[in-house]
Nanobody, 119 residues
């Protein structure tokens, strides 16, 4: 069984920073892509950033230059450094991991961590 646990969310003022972490644990053979998505109240879930096993990154336009995704393969962990936060970044942030284990290859989702940007 695989678990993804996000942490690092919270309340921050506009212009501030937060660092999210997501640890994948359980029976895992190989982790491929890892990523962060977010869902604001009343809106659909949207991609924020992804990173491949080789370190290639992809960002949504609205976070380019402000957010940085990274991963530590030894720790099965993906990070999201969020700088220059804006009111519109308020959302629940979800971790997504594409991995392979006895069940085959599939995506797993964390339960989310809330980021609130408010003055």
């Amino acid at each position: 069984q695989v678990q993804l646990v996000e942490s690092g969310g919270g309340l921050v003022q506009p212009g501030g920073s937060l660092r999210l972490s997501c640890v994948a644990s359980g029976l895992i053979f190989t982790i491929y892509g890892m990523g962060w998505y977010r869902q604001a109240p009343g809106k659909q879930r949207e991609l924020v950033a992804t990173i491949t096993s080789g370190g290639t990154t992809n960002y949504a336009e609205f976070v380019k230059g402000r957010f940085t995704i990274s991963r530590d393969n030894a720790k099965n962990t993906v990070y999201l450094q969020m700088n220059s936060l804006k009111f519109e970044d308020t959302a629940v942030y979800f971790c997504n991991v594409d991995l392979f284990n006895y069940s085959g290859r599939r995506d797993y989702w964390g339960k989310g961590t809330l980021v609130t940007v408010s003055s």
